[in-house]
């Protein structure tokens, strides 16, 4: 590999004909590789495909197995005694010319496309745009030459101008390479570490078409790593879809692999659709890739899916469409949470629907146009093709349009709630568009609607509604809230929720934007889950108790306030074994302090006499720190200890030295996990003003010495009822 901190291009197949040559691992903490050497054959010729030009600079070629690779390559074309003839292209490296020739080739330097007559190897280390470069250089390998491919892409990506998406910056030569069954990808791969080698041997099967098919075609083929399947096979079996004609022989091969039919299968909550195997989940995406590009669906603006009729629903055919002039408070930027990248476009509510297979028209004001606002219909961006089954469509349902122009014409095959995605940058306090032939949805935003509006804006007929204040917004379907009295009181209380978790987290209560939990037939991940923008929550009795002020003000919810509690957590900063355990810290804390129901609230922790069992059943039976990491609520006991004996305080003051020190800081250049253990250890100590050493032992957390010695002028504290563990 080239040095650690350089980029390489990886490679994927669309036909069965290239031969994997060596591999790479895609990230140090994935258990997946990826190619960065292959070949194969187009007409007489051959294409070897390197995934970095860097492989015929100096710096590399200096090296022994790349000088065997070139030699290799030059022997794979013809063995001696031929003298072979080499051309490179322009802005070759001088190191390249050194190395042919010290293999006793005659190398010269291509004009272009221009090759002479008789040349044997093409050594190609920049991009071809032009078409007539294209077909010159594919007759030439047609007829029997040899390309030789090092990757521009790592160069191009480096020196892409940011401003633009990285679809400018494709390469294009991927148009004759692909017929070749050769895709140079747009991943990049780092080296893991000094001197990191490729793999030559044991190629996964999940690089190769050819090998796909093979274990596709294979019925004890029954699972496969979710992982593998999205950075491996999905994407060789996507590339050999769009490379192919419907018509050609492998594509009807792979159709009758995947038992591929002329409809569309459409999953719902009373037919699931079974997707348990590998086979039936490619089978599932590349029906519907094919009856898309079949209804020519990007393109279609009336196209309705059948499956939008019961997710995310129909809107009423008798449903007044409008004319709306729509006001929007622009609430934008980070607020010290873990958010996305910097350039990242947070959505908007504008409290409308976009229904299925009908046009909308935005109109934004010119004034607007250097803000790059985007219009979004729908909000369940979520891909479930990782799922056994799908009990609605398995895809991103929803759909974006860049609001370039006066008058924007946006569509979708599904529907959806429409939305304004504005960037994190920008500096407006508001923006005001007008949407027309929309559907009013229910929206009620606290204290901007009366509740005398509220009994209006509840009969709006979309299928979705949203109740929002500036702190959080509810997205949930519009049956939810049909009798649902008084959304004042509601979202009161939520805004209590989310002020008590912005004290414990130290972050301002007035947030630059609300967090969001929506509603989904189908939850991508476990029960409920949370990413950067948005908590994912099932249809259920959760989401029923969630809409009701007096169920949520008693009783709780554990799940939501959990899930929020993940949006609040220290993540550059908390050791890995607590992920699970801090986001609790906001779930007990919102039932202390908003609802007044003390620290033992869930069936783990029923009371203060059941939490000590769960210690004392963990420290009677060899406890260690690999077994507290994998408990969350025994390592939740031992937090509840700390609360018990030095109060909230101590746990808020720990927060506020970890929110001046910016966990962001810690995302891309991580402390080691011992490192993050001692934080931890040393700002709890500090914070309690006691020396916590004997405590984390009798845990058997792993505090380092330094650490410990940064405490020895605190006083010594140990709970009574763990004495009896401490080592004598």
């Known amino acids: 590999m080239p040095d650690?901190?350089?980029?390489?291009?990886?490679?994927?197949?669309t036909n069965e004909a290239p031969n994997i040559v060596a591999t790479h691992r895609l990230a140090p903490q994935v258990e997946v590789s990826t190619t960065v050497i292959m070949s194969s054959a187009l007409g007489k010729g051959q294409i070897f495909a390197i995934g970095s030009s860097e492989y015929f600079e100096s710096k590399l070629l200096s090296d022994h197995n790349v000088q065997k690779l070139l030699k290799n390559?030059?022997?794979?074309?013809?063995?001696?005694?031929?003298?072979?003839?080499?051309?490179?292209?322009?802005?070759?490296?001088?190191?390249?010319?050194?190395?042919?020739?010290?293999?006793?080739?005659?190398?010269?330097?291509?004009?272009?496309?221009k090759l002479q007559s008789g040349t044997d190897i093409y050594f190609l280390t920049n991009d071809v745009k032009d078409t007539t470069e294209l077909k010159a250089i594919e007759k030439y390998i047609s007829?029997?030459?040899?390309?030789?491919?090092?990757?521009?892409?790592?160069?191009?990506?480096?020196?892409?101008d940011q401003t633009k998406s990285y679809l400018n910056d494709l390469v294009k030569i991927n148009s004759l390479l692909a017929k070749a069954g050769i895709f140079n990808a747009y991943s990049l791969i780092q080296a893991n570490h000094i001197n990191d080698t490729l793999n030559l041997k044991d190629v996964p099967f999940y690089l190769s078409v050819?090998?796909?098919?093979?274990?596709?075609?294979?019925p004890a083929f029954k699972a496969i790593d979710p992982t593998e399947y999205a950075y491996g096979m999905e994407p060789n079996l996507e590339l050999t879809f769009s490379n192919n004609a419907d018509t050609s022989q492998i594509i009807k091969k792979l159709k009758s692999i995947l038992a591929i039919s002329d409809t569309l299968a459409v999953p719902t909550l009373k037919n699931p659709i079974d997707i348990s195997t590998p086979a039936k989940k490619a089978g599932y995406q590349f029906s519907k890739y094919l009856f898309d590009k079949s209804h020519n669906i990007d393109k279609a603006t009336d196209f309705v899916y059948p499956e939008s009729k019961s997710f995310p629903g129909e809107v009423p055919k008798n449903a007044k469409r409008t004319v709306e002039q729509i006001n929007i408070d622009v609430k934008?930027?980070?607020?010290?949470?873990?958010?996305?990248?910097?350039?990242?476009?947070?959505?908007?509510?504008?409290?409308?629907?976009?229904p299925a297979g009908e046009k909308v028209s935005i109109v934004v004001d010119p004034k607007y146009k250097n803000q790059h606002l985007k219009a979004q219909i729908g909000i369940h961006n979520d891909d479930l093709k990782h799922m056994d089954n799908l009990v609605r469509a398995g895809f991103d349902l929803t759909r974006s349009f860049e609001l370039d122009k006066d008058t924007t014409t946006v569509f979708s095959p599904y529907g959806g709630l429409l939305y304004i995605k504005i960037s994190d940058s920008c500096t407006l306090k508001s923006i005001t568009i007008t949407a027309s032939a929309v559907v009013k949805a229910p929206y009620y935003k606290l204290e901007k609607n009366t509740l005398a509006e509220w009994e209006t804006i509840k009969n709006n007929p979309a299928p979705w509604?949203?109740?929002?204040?500036?702190?959080?917004?509810?997205?949930?379907?519009?049956?939810?809230?049909?009798?649902?009295?008084?959304?004042?009181?509601?979202?009161?209380?939520w805004d209590q929720v989310m002020?008590?978790?912005?004290?414990?987290?130290?972050?301002?209560?007035?947030?630059?934007?609300?967090?969001?939990?929506?509603?989904?037939?189908?939850?991508?991940?476990?029960?409920?889950?949370?990413?950067?923008?948005?908590?994912?929550?099932?249809?259920?009795?959760?989401?029923?108790?969630?809409?009701?002020?007096?169920?949520?003000?008693?009783?709780?919810?554990?799940?939501?306030?959990?899930?929020?509690?993940?949006?609040?957590?220290?993540?550059?900063?908390?050791?890995?074994?607590?992920?699970?355990?801090?986001?609790?810290?906001?779930?007990?804390?919102v039932y202390d302090k908003v609802l007044k129901k003390g620290l033992y609230n869930h069936d783990a922790i029923r009371n203060k006499e059941e939490v000590e069992k769960k210690i004392q059943s963990y420290l009677q039976n060899q406890p260690t720190f690999e077994k507290w990491g994998k408990d969350p609520f025994l390592a939740l006991s031992m937090y509840i200890q700390i609360i018990e004996n030095f109060g909230w305080d101590s746990i808020i003051k720990a927060n506020k030295?970890?929110?001046?020190?910016?966990?962001?800081?810690?995302?891309?250049?991580?402390?080691?996990?011992?490192?993050?253990?001692?934080?931890?250890?040393?700002?709890?100590?500090?914070?309690?003003?006691?020396?916590?050493s004997s405590f984390f032992e009798v845990w058997k957390i792993p505090v380092s010495e330094k650490a410990k010695s940064n405490t020895r002028n605190y006083k010594t504290w140990l709970p009574t009822e763990l004495v009896a563990y401490l080592p004598h």
């Open 4 to 13: 650690t901190g350089k980029f390489v291009s990886a490679f994927y197949t």
């Open 73 to 113: 390559i030059l022997e794979n074309v013809s063995t001696p005694p031929k003298k072979l003839k080499v051309a490179v292209t322009k802005t070759a490296d001088a190191a390249l010319l050194n190395a042919l020739k010290a293999n006793k080739v005659k190398v010269y330097i291509a004009d272009g496309s």
């Open 143 to 160: 007829d029997g030459g040899s390309l030789v491919y090092g990757s521009p892409y790592p160069g191009i990506f480096k020196h892409r």
């Open 210 to 218: 050819k090998a796909i098919f093979k274990q596709l075609a294979n």
């Open 332 to 354: 934008v930027g980070s607020q010290g949470l873990a958010d996305p990248y910097p350039d990242y476009y947070r959505l908007h509510s504008t409290g409308v629907y976009v």
């Open 465 to 493: 509604a949203e109740l929002a204040t500036n702190n959080i917004i509810l997205t949930v379907p519009s049956y939810r809230i049909k009798n649902l009295k008084n959304p004042e009181s509601l979202m009161k209380f």
């Open 499 to 589: 002020d008590a978790d912005a004290d414990l987290a130290n972050i301002n209560r007035n947030r630059t934007h609300p967090e969001r939990i929506i509603i989904d037939n189908q939850v991508a991940y476990g029960y409920m889950y949370t990413v950067w923008d948005k908590i994912v929550a099932p249809d259920d009795q959760s989401c029923a108790w969630m809409l009701d002020e007096k169920i949520v003000g008693t009783k709780g919810s554990w799940g939501h306030f959990h899930e929020l509690g993940h949006r609040h957590q220290f993540w550059g900063l908390d050791m890995d074994e607590v992920s699970e355990v801090t986001t609790n810290l906001y779930s007990i804390y």
């Open 657 to 692: 030295i970890y929110r001046e020190m910016d966990p962001s800081k810690y995302y891309d250049h991580p402390l080691s996990n011992q490192q993050r253990i001692d934080l931890w250890y040393t700002t709890i100590c500090k914070t309690t003003n006691a020396n916590l």
